[in-house]
């Protein structure tokens, strides 16, 4: 067992008073079959649930990416935070007191550091934003009434000035925070000579960049001299709390219009600003990815908050790329996709500036849906008008369509794309079926040689998950079936133990107790899929039998080695008197017989 830096007890409480079946429903939809609770794993894309959430033992195994765990594990893995994070996350919902944190040495350093980082962003901004008060800000101040924000939207997205090269430095440093913690956070950079230490920002209109959790984990400074020697936008580089590629900005007020059951959809934007602008009038679930292609990561993170999302990137060819890119990713996601093409604006901030807020309200009232839009999108590249033009389209139209995953879905967009070629359905859908071969993917049942070290751990597994569960009694009549070094001793010992000590097993408890990764013979013990209860106990007893006899036969063999290496006579005689029981055993226990 590890130590987790907290006391058992303290554990189990938190974990009794944060029922699992209700943490995850405020991620996921949950349906309940039979005795359990079912959800599409927000872990990984899929499109039918395979996540159970067994309400008796307090735990969850996705059956498609392995994940699993208790209410511990999911927040950690949900939240993308770290085991301490998660049980004061769980601890504060359910009102409990956290207590003194006891980790090892190593973890301490780890978790110091990472709340060290966070102070000193947290300060950082804190410092920035006051610099909008002072006569120096000037600049940014005017940069700000340029862009049309309000006070309001300055002081939710947190928005500050950097006024010049050492002001935060000297700040930090008075704070009492040190050179090192000012570079691991991203704030400071280190002069040429490598002496001193400025201001990794300086003089620039400054974004800070929170996480899900509204902490403030980096920043995105806006240049305001428009010199091209200088980048418009310069970001934190990677830190221990800072990974681009893992954020989007404006998510953390999505996460709150999910807990008030506000989200009714998602507005994908690009950029700040156009969060910002979104925001201004209203549209509070606008989110921007953080200067990087939306990833599969992205799109289920975003999935498990709202199903229905729209996109409105910017109208230049970049843009339209990334809208491409984006539908065929959230499609995957299984989210409802939606497109609005701004063909009056380059950016929803400069189309809220020249037609309000109502015009785009209704842009994005009246978004189209995503294979639509690409069908419209397409045929703007040809001149329908020509028939080898018309041609062209209706074949790209028509692979396009062919990737779609049901034969439903191409049909209701046959009929859109009939609409536009003015072609007969029944010929667009004969030319749809040919376009590519079906391929027949045979599925041959895999020939596996079942030898005795394959069915080892099958047998182990279900003797183990059987005492685990309470379908046999007494693992004491096991014992000679586990060595010391065997692998599942652990897990053995573990259950030995509860037994001996007349205590009940929490299988919940257990995923605090040891590191489960997945796929680990923990997690195939304890997500054992048993026979039916007909057959229950031959099965057992059958792998019982077998591990005993093939224990033995090892054994021997063993004895058959040591007889071919000594000289020794008397030696001799006495491993062939101890194969010789051996072998009677064996027959012993074939015959049925104790």
């Known amino acids: 067992m590890i130590n987790r830096g907290f006391s058992q007890a303290f554990l189990d409480e938190v974990i009794s008073k944060n029922d699992i079946v209700s943490v995850i429903s405020k991620y996921v939809t949950l349906n309940k079959r039979g005795n359990n609770y079912w959800a599409c794993c927000p872990f990984h894309m899929e499109k039918t649930p395979s996540m159970s959430i067994k309400e008796d033992g307090q735990f969850f195994k996705c059956f498609g990416c392995g994940e699993g765990g208790n209410v511990i594990s999911f927040v950690k893995k949900i939240e ?24 090892d040495e190593e973890m301490r350093k780890k978790k110091h550091l990472k709340d060290r980082i966070l102070s000193v962003l947290k300060a950082t901004s804190e410092f920035y934003i006051n610099n909008l008060t002072k006569t120096e800000a000037n600049k940014h101040i005017d940069y700000i009434r340029e862009r049309g924000l309000n006070k309001e939207m300055v002081e939710k997205f947190k928005i500050g000035a950097s006024l010049d090269y050492y002001g935060l430095i000297n700040h930090l440093r008075s704070l009492g925070f040190s050179d090192k913690e000012m570079l691991d956070a991203g704030v400071a950079g280190k002069s040429e000579n490598g002496k001193g230490l400025y201001d990794f920002y300086a003089t620039r209109l400054m974004f800070p960049i929170m996480n899900g959790l509204g902490e403030i984990v980096g920043f995105s400074g806006r240049d305001l001299t428009n010199s091209p020697q200088h980048a418009k936008y310069k970001n934190t580089p990677q830190t221990l709390v800072f990974n681009k590629s893992q954020l989007i900005y404006g998510y953390n007020f999505l996460r709150d219009l999910k807990r008030n059951k506000m989200l009714d959809s998602i507005v994908l934007v690009e950029g700040q600003m156009d969060v910002i602008a979104c925001h201004q009038v209203g549209v509070n679930s606008a989110i921007g990815v953080m200067g990087t292609a939306l990833t599969a990561n992205h799109a289920r993170d975003l999935a498990y908050l709202c199903k229905n999302i729209i996109l409105c990137l910017d109208g230049d060819g970049a843009g339209e790329n990334a809208t491409y890119k984006a539908i065929n990713i959230l499609k995957d996601a299984n989210m409802n996709v939606t497109v609005v093409r701004l063909t009056k604006a380059k950016d929803p901030d400069e189309y809220i500036k020249k037609f309000g807020k109502e015009a785009f309200l209704n842009e994005l009232y009246n978004a189209i849906d995503c294979v639509e839009f690409i069908l419209i ?37 046959l009929s859109a794309l009939k609409e536009i070629v003015k072609v007969p359905i029944d010929v667009l859908r004969n030319s749809l079926h040919g376009a590519k071969e079906e391929i027949k ?59 001996n000590k007349k205590e009940d097993i929490n299988i919940s408890t257990i995923y605090s107790c040891f590191d489960i990764e997945k796929d680990s013979e923990w997690d195939n013990v304890i997500n054992y899929i048993f026979p039916s209860d007909e057959v229950f106990n031959d099965y057992f007893a059958d792998a019982v039998l077998r591990l005993r006899i093939d224990k033995l036969k090892k054994q021997k063999q063993e004895l058959k080695n040591k007889i071919a290496q000594v000289k020794d006579i008397d030696e001799k005689y006495s491993y062939l008197t101890q194969m010789q029981e051996l072998d009677n055993k064996i027959i012993k226990l074939e015959k049925g017989e104790k």
């Open 80 to 103: 993308n935070v770290d085991f301490y994070k998660a049980v004061e996350i769980l601890a504060n919902n359910a009102g409990i007191q956290m207590p003194s944190y006891e980790q």
């Open 441 to 499: 993917r045979k599925e041959e049942p895999e020939e596996i040689e079942l030898k005795a070290n394959a069915f080892e751990p099958i047998a182990k597994r279900c003797i183990l998950s059987s005492l685990l569960y309470k379908k046999v009694a007494d693992p004491q009549l096991y014992n000679d079936i586990f060595d010391k070094q065997d692998e599942f001793r652990v897990i053995y010992d573990y259950i030995l133990d509860k037994y």
């Open 377 to 413: 999108d397409l045929a703007t590249k040809y001149d329908l008008t020509k028939n080898s033009d018309k041609n062209k389209y209706i074949n790209e139209a028509l692979d396009y369509l062919s990737k779609l995953s049901t034969k439903t879905e191409q049909e209701i967009y």
